[in-house]
């Protein structure tokens, strides 16, 4: 089963996996819608935790014969309509911050959702699309891109990467902000072992390159052909 038919202009929807509407994550995903308009996309950002939803309720409804291939989950609720909205889109672009090693706990109960009700139980075929739309996942994560291996963060990279794959294809991109800036002012927090002077160093240097990344990476889902 193909999604539906794409939009024209074509559709690419940012998802801000982020609590936070206007902080690292937010601003990463806003700038690769900016990049996808540069080109002539239309856009939307939705953002995850202005929703009421749960992940998925293990009832494969999904998979059972009679409704198999439909891509569509059983549950009902403020995500349903934005699994539908990703049917006409051609690129989805997913944002979140690391908290205790991994995505934020909306993301998570995302990706079960929109993942899962795709996932073919079948040897042959990984999926029960023919193509998903293109996937692109920001991560933003307070260490240093330095420590990602020693908190073993690339094998989660990779993981999330296959999962995405079997939807998306080989093409799914994936960037970093590290060592982001958490508070605005960290005098007001506990929070000696971090250097605020670095912190904005960061901010100040490194944050700019990766908002370029992000707009580069909405630009070329923006101008991709399906073909």
């Known amino acids: 089963m193909p999604y539906a038919p794409r939009t024209d202009p074509p559709l690419v929807v940012g998802l801000n996996g982020s609590p936070r509407k206007s902080w690292n994550t937010a601003s990463l995903v806003a700038k690769a819608l900016e990049g996808a308009q540069s080109v002539g996309a239309q856009t939307e950002l939705i953002h995850l935790y202005d929703l009421s939803y749960k992940g998925c309720a293990s009832c494969f409804a999904c ?24 049917e006409t889109a051609q690129g989805v672009i997913m944002g979140s911050p690391i908290y ?33 739309p293109f996937a692109g996942v920001i991560y933003a994560m307070n260490i240093p891109a330095d420590l990602i291996e020693t908190f073993e963060y690339d094998a989660l990279l990779r993981l999330h990467k296959g999962f995405l794959a079997r939807l998306n294809g080989p093409g799914v991109e994936t960037l970093l902000a590290c060592d982001t800036l958490q508070f605005s002012d960290y005098s007001q927090y506990h929070a000696p072992m971090f250097s605020e002077e670095k912190k904005k160093k960061v901010r100040e240097t490194d944050f700019p390159l990766a908002l370029r990344e992000a707009f580069a990476m909405g630009a070329r889902f923006g101008a991709r052909s399906e073909a």
């Open 63 to 86: 998979k059972k014969k009679k409704t198999y291939l439909n891509g569509k989950c059983a549950l009902k609720d403020d995500l349903s309509p934005v699994l539908e909205r990703l």
């Open 100 to 132: 205790l090693g991994d995505v934020t706990a909306a993301t998570r109960a995302f990706w079960e959702r929109y993942i899962f009700i795709n996932l073919a139980y079948d040897g042959e075929k990984p999926s029960v699309l023919s193509r998903g």
